[in-house]
């Protein structure tokens, strides 16, 4: 650990802290319908969508119909998408003549890769430069990166409208929400950013593939190659040229970052040095991922007329979130005990020090612990560092960010629902000691509101666990795809469908889940991890939205106070610790202890 | 009724101890998923043992720590049933002592053709009408239409002065199981057998007829789902433990699963309930449902009746104010002597004012003379006096005074106006007081409030509790007794459609609103307001409108049935915060023992330092049955309650519940991982 | 169903919005302000070839360069078209056995110091183009001794070639390993 390095991230988060209120301010004007400075240059899209849709934009509709439209449309894209990766061997803009995905055998890649990104999950099973042709990269997976954030932060909308809306069925229009969101918020940001980054040289453009002379014509020596790979002697052959992977990949990160989608153009993600070439970009990119997140805390105040309840908000996630940070950092600067003693690790002013495998020299340990922390608090999911070589603990804390639910910060409105529903939660059990029962923000937690809170966080543990388990116990089709062994292979496991179910995207990618029964299972996590929080949150708002507001005072139960923050970090944490912590203590924690004590796999 | 039973009241134990072995029954166990959990894992666990006894089961070796574990699953279980058996068995013996009442009455009922007969009250049907005399029990639930008598109703509220029972009017509501003591009176029956009123009270606390609160339910909801995810995580830890080359034992497994699920709220969530019902009847208070206990705890605004509830019922003379021209002797005797034969409170304290001001002693009513005639209020005159001597006194409110001296619309003295309008903007009444059609001057009637109450608004104020006075009074009169009573509103000239007025416009604005009312004018207002309190005294058509029902007939005591609302919900909540905190430290009871053996660095978790792993884990399950026991007690009275803001009891109770339940597991597992070491029970 | 059908216009007129406008426009845009670096930041000689990317690491093994980091980047490492990292633990035996082996080779190449960690650690693209200054300056002396040059010429070399952090304070320094043995070519050729 570094000044430099601490200096760096309370930097960011000085930056953060400061954009929250404008951005969440013109959130809040967006999905309110008026007019904000982009309107002129933005109104005649938004009305040509409409009319073209025959959208009426003044209608709005009760949670059972936004439910199916968030549904139809979730069906529709994603089904192209998936045709689209089939077929786009047969389509234009495919320099590379890269056939269609899962062609000829069917492994369930287009599957996944489908539900991947329609869910905001953006889980990689396939390497994007060897994979994807330029169209699918543009008009499936940019796509995707819009629309189904669009889709989230429609939904935590649409509950911030059911909180503060009262005596009505109506929480919104599906279409026109999804829509502003897309248009004034991710567009525009994705522009400028996207522009920024080219500047620092991330790659944007049609060419095919650029090969490159080397200067050194020599045999490569075979250094770090894959494992499992017994073929390892063959591979001493005169390498004298570099193919260097090109393509649209601005216009797609920049959204990938906003979107808290998480999808690389490249195989390694945001640790390409052509998706993120500079630290410059990298602190962009890294703003870009929790940007709006933490921006929805101020639109949540704003709208439901508590601005100090969302402070509140962002507070608890704020805490959460340096934690992390904290305990990243200072895992991941500290000596592998295991490394041979005449390996420098410690941190000086000309080496990072500590655990560099899988990290890049230009971002060293703080920019890697930071954005790991931070893409795994938001439900991004993209990389510049590989989690699977982080230390046991520097690793626990991703998994475990994305484990809390995805939400410290969160996916752009899947972070405010799924806060949303741990607040109701909380409120719910610390609420009673107030002696009424539990209300939030004036409505009353029910029975039904139960029932729906109890669904979404049954969820998560529901498939990350089961499958995980099953996983272990079938030595073909589960443990084989494993690249490390010992606890560091469940932990793989269990980090690939904790990642699924919880939306996140980002991988222990040591892990090859590009199998049938990874894709598959996966794919089945990322779809009910999506829907069956989405729709109990939907149904929530409209219960919400039907009910009564009891004017709050002296009596009701307070939800913009340090203690409240602090209540609903305990919560997050303890149904998070509780779920989780036996499977961790064989994963994570067991691989401490044994790596202190100098054991290997 | 009233008598307090003692939480270690022996009888109530022993009778609890069996009811909890009956409790075992898997349908009824079946209404609580956590503790059916509990059960199935415990008799898995049996059956596992029984196995092991006939044959020999590879790998079970420590048969004595598998029995003990088994051992105090079932005890988790019965511990459950006990705390919800001790709180229905302190319900039974109040409603034994109901009961009592109820038997063997027999009715004198007056058949169509006029003649008594002698029936079984039991064969009571709703509109016979039965005749009681003095020392004769009540046979049922009536209305009075003839006669009055003075009634002892002690089996009812605990009360011991009779009450005066008298046909029309609001005091005609007879019950069941009361004794006439004096005189005869004819009730007419207004319930059918088995439907009485004391057969409804007797049924509440048993609680019989209990039905699971709106909050229970959702309450349930959670602890079910809570469940479901501990169950999920540890039948996942199997197959991991399995790749780790560490696999358990099923009987650790059960373990870790009762360890984690919520047992102690799911195990004292009944009895909570069942106590919350039984505080009420402790204050002599009958809720009608749960869900009535949950919305007082939830009342928004308060609605009290003036009169009875804020003030004395009575208003008393403090001051005569005497008319410039007019000594104020003069006026203090004219006020006497007016009130002479004024047998209402407030006519007596005019003499007792004058008495003790102007040394005038009330003059015999003979010494007035032969021709003196008193003048009672009429509703038509709205004045009383008396006539004698060429005298004609009259006092009254200043309008039937004004009519009464200037029939022909002049007005009265601008002096007396203003006096009258003083008297009335600090709260008092004016009554004014005429001789000879020539105002003299003004009594001062003043409206006593009631010790203490000022603080209790002010304590309702600090929880979030709006007050609101309702009186008949005028807007000034009203606001100034406002003002000094320390209500936030009031309501003036209330009629008993404004009072439905305004519950219906709290409501509107999603606030919870209580009242208590006694009158049959009343009833629509209690049915609407969320927490509605009937008089015991008040009639059959209130008590059946309100949902809740005060023996003691006091209005004030709305406050208590606010605070036990509240108590019974933060109980509640402080137990489930408590459940789940305790998780923490059972995990780390728990987690280091299941893999200490296949990897010795676990015990690096082992923070508590217990002695083996069969130790820890027996502690947990030892600590998880007994906290169940140890709360009963909290679980029956409930926790201590304070009035204070939200936020201030908020920091209380999750510093006491929720800290507390982090660090007392800690304390208490690794005590009895000392003891049960030392003793060698491992 | 009138959902589905509104979802598939939707999706139609969006996609062509988002999924084609949006990205060709901007890769327009992108081509017309920073032409350099949307193309990929290559590096050409003087014929005009491609000889790299200044963004992409390269393979370098003869003895007489600075060396970069180790790659896991398709089977033989530093290919970009196949970019990825090792993905192996910290409790992975083949990978502690692979930082024994190059650690080796390293220290007897530079007994006089401890090897930076950087230098047999795998990045996480395969392509990092960077290594610290420390691993640069462990390499002086073998560098030296190969081009025949003094260790101090070399030195100030590589501190021309070290990268301080962006902006004063962004990221780590570092030494581009590709750029620095270009130059080294140029001034000291074999």
Known sequence: ?601 | MATKISIWNRKIITQAAMDSVLKLDPRKMMRNPVMFVVEVGALLSSLQLIRGLIVEVPGSGGSSFETQITFWLWFTVLFANFAEAMAEGRGKAQADTLRRAKSETTANLITQDGRVEQIAATELKKDDVVVVSAGEFIPGDGEVIEGVASVDESAITGESAPVIREAGGDRSAVTGGTRVLSDQIKVRITSNPGETFLDRMISLVEGASRQKTPNEIALNILLAGLTIIFLLAVVTLQPFSIYSNAPQTAIVLISLLVCLIPTTIGGLLSAIGIAGMDRLVQHNVLAMSGRAVEAAGDVNTLLLDKTGTITLGNRQASEFIALPSVDEAHLAEAAQLSSLSDETPEGRSIVVLAKEKYGLRGREIHKLGEGHKFIPFSANTRMSGVDFDEREIRKGAVDAIEHYIAPNGETAPPELQEIVERVARSGGTPLVVAENRTPLGVIYLKDIIKGGMRDRFDHLRSMGIRTVMITGDNPLTAASIAEEAGVDDFLAEATPEDKMALIRKEQAEGRLVAMAGDGTNDAPALAQADVGVAMNTGTQAAKEAGNMVDLDSNPTKLIEIVEIGKQLLMTRGALTTFSISNDVAKYFAIIPAMFMISYPQMQALNIMGLTSPTSAILSAVIFNALVIIALIPLALKGVEYRALPASKLLQKNILIYGLGGLIVPFIGIKLIDVIITSIGLV | MRNLLTAVLFTFLTTLLFGLVYPLAFTGLAQIIFPHQANGSLVKDESGKTIGSELIGQPFVSPGYFRPRPSAAGDAGYDAGASGGSNLGPTSAELIARIRTDTELMQAENPAAKVPVDLVTASASGLDPHISPAAAKFQIPRVARERGISESDLGSLVSRFTEERQFGFLGEPRVNVLLLNLELDKRFPK
């Open chain 1, 1 to 601: 650990m570094s000044l430099s390095g601490w200096f760096q991230i309370v930097f960011y988060f000085a930056l953060l802290l400061l954009i929250t209120r404008p951005l969440g301010a013109y959130m809040a004007r967006v999905y309110e319908g008026e007019r904000t400075f982009l309107s002129r240059f933005l109104r005649p899209a938004e009305n040509l969508i409409f009319r073209f849709c025959r959208v009426d934009e003044e209608w709005e509709m009760n949670w059972k119909e936004y439910s199916l439209a968030l549904i139809a449309f979730s069906l529709v894209s994603g089904v192209a998408l998936f045709f689209l990766q089939r077929l786009q061997g047969y389509l234009p803009l495919n320099p590379q003549d890269l056939p269609g995905v899962d062609s000829p055998d069917y492994t369930g890649s287009s599957f996944n890769t489908a539900v991947s990104f329609m869910t905001n999950t953006n889980w990689q099973g396939y390497g994007g430069e060897t994979t994807m042709t330029y169209l699918t990269q543009m008009m499936g997976l940019t796509y995707q990166n819009f629309f189904s954030a669009a889709v989230g932060m429609s939904v935590a909308i649409a509950l911030i409208r059911g909180i503060a809306r009262r005596e009505t069925d109506h929480i919104g229009n599906f279409w026109v929400d999804t829509v502003r969101g897309a248009l004034y918020v991710l567009l525009p940001a994705s522009l400028i950013l996207a522009l920024l980054l080219v500047s620092q040289g991330v790659v944007q453009n049609l060419n095919p593939y650029e090969t490159a002379t080397l200067a050194d014509e020599s045999t490569m020596a075979q250094i770090g190659n894959e494992s499992g790979s017994g073929d390892s002697v063959e591979l001493k052959q005169a390498v004298n040229t570099q193919t260097i992977a090109q393509g649209p990949a601005a216009s797609q990160i920049a959204i990938k970052q906003l979107g808290t989608n998480g999808g690389g153009f490249f195989n390694v993600n945001s640790s390409h040095p052509f998706e993120n070439p500079t630290p410059f970009s990298n602190l962009l990119q890294l703003f870009a991922i929790l940007l709006i997140p933490a921006a929805f805390t101020y639109t949540l105040g704003r709208m439901v007329g508590s601005q100090k309840h969302g402070w509140a908000v962002f507070g608890a996630m704020a805490s959460l979130f340096l934690a992390g940070v904290i305990v990243s950092y200072w895992a991941e600067s500290r000596s592998n005990p295991l490394f041979p003693g005449n390996v420098d690790q410690i941190a000086s002013e000309t080496s990072p020090g500590g655990n560099m495998e899988g990290k890049e020299t230009r971002f060293g340990i703080a920019n890697s612990v930071l954005w790991a922390t931070a893409t795994t608090a938001a439900s991004n999911g993209s990389v510049n560092s590989m989690h699977d070589s982080y230390t046991p603990l520097g690793g626990l804390v991703p998994l475990a960010n994305i484990l809390l639910g995805e939400v410290i910060f969160g996916g752009v409105g899947a972070g405010m629902y799924g806060m949303l529903v741990f607040i109701i939660l909380t409120v719910f059990i610390a609420g009673l000691m107030v002696g009424r029962t539990p209300e939030y923000l004036g409505k009353k937690i029910e029975a039904f509101e139960m029932k729906m809170v109890v669904i979404a966080i049954l969820v998560m543990p529901l498939f990350i666990l089961s499958f995980t388990a099953i996983s272990v116990l079938m030595p073909e089709a589960g443990l084989s795809s494993r690249n490390n062994l010992g606890p560091h292979g469940l932990t793989e496991i269990l980090y690939a469908f904790s990642s699924g179910a919880g939306n996140n995207g980002s991988a222990f990618a040591g892990l090859n889940a590009n199998t049938l029964w990874y894709n598959t299972t996966i794919g089945l996590s990322m779809l009910f991890g999506r829907f069956f929080i989405i729709l109990p949150v939907l149904a929530i708002a409209g219960n919400m939205a039907a009910k009564k507001r009891v004017p709050s005072g002296a009596g009701t139960f307070p939800v913009t106070t340090p203690l409240f923050a602090v209540l609903l970090v305990g919560v997050v944490l303890i149904v998070g610790a509780l779920t989780f912590f036996p499977v961790l203590s064989l994963g994570p924690i067991l691989e401490q202890f044994l790596m202190s004590s100098g054991e290997s796999f």
